[in-house]
């Protein structure tokens, strides 16, 4: 991942994925975050979806500024992303939920409320976001469904799921972006915190579709 200031210094001849820098963070404790927001769905014909009531909270690990000449260069600042702060040496992995450089979102949402925001508001359009983002991307995830089940009827039971990381970017007046939609979200755990998080994903997400323990069981120790 690489900052630039001008379209011309981006290099050319390779396929890229360029984004705009979104300035103007809210910030917590000094440092620019990010939310990951975990979105179970369990149908696309008809679209049928839930949202994880809680998820991480992924800071840099060093203070922000306004993008200069003189910090552009400084990704533990300006970027979010775990797997770029993980090798910063100010990397914080404490296992609680209120400190450290992962949080989750239930300690967020009282922090935001202990601070007077609204909390409610803020989710009520990231959940327009990831509804408007599913219904978008809903028609092609459909084609491809069908396809694999010619002749069946939007009346009978989905057959599959999927499990989405949705990560939101949030400026200075708590007003969300939606940055990127993970397919494939990780499950690792490098500390509890992670665990617990992951953990309640996956097993609110096997009780919504109804799996049996022992199919899981049988999943999780037969197969490599």
Same mark, same amino acid.
């Not at 003189?70 to 979010?80: E, G, K, V």
């Not at 809903?138 to 069946?152: D, I, M, W």
């Given at each position: ?88 040496? &100010? ?5 609680? !939920? ?6 989750? $979102? ?13 909390? &409610? ?13 599913? $219904? ?7 084609? &491809? ?7 069946? &009827?939007?009346?009978?039971?989905? !057959?599959?799921? =999927? $499990?989405?990381?949705?990560? $939101? ?10 940055? =990127? ?44």
């Amino acid at each position: 991942i690489f900052l630039f200031t001008s379209l011309d210094k981006i290099p050319q001849g390779e396929p890229l994925v360029v984004q705009e820098y979104l300035d103007k963070p809210f910030l917590m404790d000094g440092y620019k975050f990010d939310l990951r927001v975990y979105v179970l769905v369990v149908s696309c014909d008809p679209l049928r979806l839930f949202l994880y009531n809680d998820g991480l909270v992924r800071l840099s690990t060093e203070c922000y500024a306004t993008p200069s000449q003189a910090n552009l260069h400084n990704q533990f600042m300006h970027l979010t992303n775990y797997s770029v702060n993980r090798h910063s040496e &100010s990397f914080d992995n404490d296992d609680s !939920c209120d400190k450290g450089s992962k949080r989750t $979102i239930k300690f967020f949402n009282s922090w935001l409320a202990s601070r007077g925001y609204c909390v &409610s508001e803020m989710w009520a359009k990231i959940t327009d976001i990831i509804i408007k983002t599913l $219904i978008v991307a809903n028609p092609h995830v459909t084609h &491809s469904y069908q396809a694999c089940r010619p002749g069946a &009827s939007s009346a009978e039971e989905s !057959c599959c799921f =999927e $499990i989405l990381g949705f990560d $939101i970017f949030l400026d200075h007046t708590l007003k969300p972006s939606l940055l =990127e939609v993970n397919r494939s979200p990780s499950f690792g755990t490098d500390a509890p915190l992670d665990y617990d998080i992951k953990n309640g994903v996956l097993s609110d997400a096997f009780r919504l579709l109804n799996v049996k323990y022992a199919l899981v069981m049988f999943i999780g120790y037969g197969s490599e």
